[in-house]
């Protein structure tokens, strides 16, 4: 197997990608520290049957709230993400046709 050293990743350290300043596991601990929204979309790639594809809770609310179903709690990205795993179970479809569904039906988020 070959790895690459930090120096030949040679990137902007202004850009989202950078792993500058040391590997990539060091990079992804630092935006986990850093971005939630960051660590829940990398989730969902890993668990797209567990975890949606909505990264804020804005979102996830109206997507709920268009699905006839009362968030239990608003604020959390995590419980609202089970709520809409759950209505994505009940239609036996992907996760990502259910979300892009909700999104070209419901359209972008209100204002609650």
Known sequence: MYVKNDDEFRTSPSSYGSIAWGSSF???MYKM???GKWV?????MLYPDKIDAFHTTRWQKHALIYS???PVQENELYTM???LIKIV???GLSSSYV????CELFRY???Y
């Open 26 to 28: 060091k990079f992804i």
């Open 33 to 35: 520290n850093s971005d």
């Open 40 to 44: 829940h979309k990398y989730y969902h």
């Open 68 to 70: 006839n179903s009362k």
């Open 81 to 83: 993400s089970g709520q």
């Open 89 to 91: 179970k009940q239609t």
């Open 99 to 102: 979300m892009n569904s909700m």
């Open 109 to 111: 988020p209100k204002y």
